[in-house]
């Protein structure tokens, strides 16, 4: 009865290891949306602050792309290349997938920012494109 036992929890934990292992890599393998912006460098609307824009698509399996209606994304800036990124905004698309914001340029050194879609509704973690704001 001992080995039994011993036997079905050896099987058991070989299960859920199994189990953990495909799910971590399914997790890697998830589909990612899109994320279009305009550069905010080209639009600037005060002395330090720019107008950042862009768009959350998500792509379906027939090829088409539906608007990333309603939802959060996140705005992100780091002070320098080894620091960790850091939630400034947390702001919503409109019915379009469009989102509008204002970011903000130091009066000296240089901030990096980016957006952020978190992962849901089978679509994994989505970064845009990382800018810098600075002035001279």
Not at 58 to 83: F, H, M, R, S
Request: with cysteine.
């Amino acid at each position: 009865m001992r080995t039994l036992r011993t036997v079905l929890a050896a099987l058991l934990a070989a299960l859920l290891v199994a189990g953990v292992l495909s799910a971590s890599a399914s997790a890697g393998s998830q589909p990612k949306r899109i994320i279009d912006e305009i550069p905010p460098d080209t639009k600037q609307v005060s002395y330090n602050a720019f107008k950042l824009k862009g768009t959350v698509m998500e792509p379906q399996l027939d090829g088409t792309l539906l608007p990333y209606a309603n939802q959060q994304v996140k705005i992100l800036k780091k002070k320098c290349g080894t620091c960790k990124w850091k939630t400034v905004k947390k702001i919503k698309t409109n019915d379009s997938g469009v989102f509008k914001t204002r970011i903000y340029a130091p009066e000296r050194g240089r901030w990096k920012w980016r957006s952020k879609v978190d992962h849901s509704n089978g679509y994994g973690n989505t970064k845009g494109e990382v800018w810098t704001l600075y002035f001279d």
